[in-house]
């Protein structure tokens, strides 16, 4: 099976501005969540999805949202950037307990 | 409150000497689960483990090897006879299984240097 997809890669961004990731689960899994790694505050958990709806949420502000489509694909979507946004974002999708990532998109944010 | 301890910040070592990274964990639920992921420079988190609250056994894959603890809420990890190829970023996670949904703690991540 092909592992869990992110796009794009990278991104540079400024402030102000927003951004939309994309993430595509492994063939199969419906739960996709998302986690934000940084240098300082290390991985933190911000949602996750499971059949199109948001069932668990980290404490983020409201200017990080996600949703999840009927094919399990996801988006990240962060409004109104802060230069503290930058960060490498994850995303897993998840099997009976168990979480596999995709690569991350790296988000600079100028 | 969950909380996941890596109490080891970085460690070096030189190839093919053996190397235990720490994971000390809390959690009031009696059923979790608990997992080891590796993180090379390219980003992604590999898993590696897991294991659940209620199977203490140890664990052993080729170089790799699991001590898990519950009397000392622990899930040490050991790599035997490490390689360059070893060298990465080490985390634990905790997840409650609780609701089905799927939250890890992750600890702050060991960095190992394995050097030639």
């Known amino acids: 099976k092909a592992g869990v997809t992110q796009t794009p890669r990278y991104l540079i961004k400024t402030r102000g501005q927003q951004v939309t990731l994309s993430c595509s689960p492994i063939s199969g899994h419906r739960s996709v969540s998302w986690y934000q790694q940084t240098p300082g505050q290390g991985l933190q958990f911000l949602f996750e999805?499971?059949?199109?709806?948001?069932?668990n949420k980290g404490n983020f502000p409201g200017r990080f949202s996600g949703r999840q489509f009927s094919n399990s694909r996801s988006e990240m979507n962060v409004s109104t950037l802060e230069l503290g946004d930058s960060a490498l974002y994850l995303c897993?999708?998840?099997?009976?307990?168990?979480?596999?990532f995709g690569p991350g998109t790296r988000l600079l944010v100028l | 409150a969950q909380k996941v301890t890596q109490a080891q910040t970085e460690i070096s070592v030189v190839e093919k000497e053996d190397v235990t990274l720490d994971c000390v964990y809390e959690t009031r639920d009696t059923t979790y689960y608990l997992f080891w992921y590796k993180q090379p420079p390219s980003g992604e988190l590999v898993f590696l483990i897991r294991?659940?609250?209620?199977?203490?056994q140890n664990e052993i894959s080729g170089r790799y090897s699991w001590n898990f603890q519950k009397s000392t809420s622990s899930f040490n990890f050991t790599i035997t006879a490490s390689q360059v190829v070893d060298s990465a970023v080490y985390f634990c996670a905790l997840s409650e299984a609780f609701s089905g949904t799927y939250k890890y703690i992750f600890g702050t991540g060991t960095r190992l240097k394995v050097l030639a």
């Open positions: 897993a999708s998840s099997w009976g307990g168990t979480q596999y």
């Open positions: 294991r659940n609250s209620f199977d203490e």
């Open positions: 999805y499971f059949s199109e709806t948001q069932r």
